[in-house]
């Protein structure tokens, strides 16, 4: 069974930074996908970022330029670096191989304030 436990949410200023991490534990992490998905209050989870097992990486529309996934399958570790946030940002954080997977972690909170 698959364990995601990630970290490094916080407050911070609009235009301010956070790096998020994900531990990943159950699975052989090098060769799985993975993403980020994030879920506001009263909103859906939705998509990120996601990386390939050989690196490529997709962003969705909202933080392409801000936000840069990436990857050490050494580690087994997602990394998510967030840069200008903004306060349309805030949300829970959740790191997974897909949206629609069964499994979830508790996320890391992002708030970005005003």
């Known amino acids: 069974q698959v364990q995601l436990v990630e970290s490094g949410g916080g407050l911070v200023q609009t235009g301010g930074s956070l790096r998020l991490s994900c531990a990943v534990s159950?699975?052989?992490?090098?060769?799985?996908?993975m993403g980020w998905y994030r879920q506001a209050p009263g909103k859906q989870r939705e998509y990120v970022a996601t990386?390939?097992?050989?690196?490529?990486?997709h962003y969705a529309d909202s933080v392409k330029g801000r936000f840069t996934i990436s990857r050490d399958n050494a580690k087994n570790t997602l990394y998510l670096q967030m840069n200008s946030l903004q306060p349309e940002d805030t949300a829970v954080y959740y790191c997974?191989?897909?949206?629609?997977?069964?499994?979830w972690g508790q996320g890391t909170q992002v708030t970005v304030s005003s």
């Open positions: 159950g699975i052989i992490f090098s060769v799985n996908p």
């Open positions: 997974n191989r897909n949206l629609h997977s069964a499994d």
């Open positions: 990386i390939t097992t050989g690196g490529s990486t």
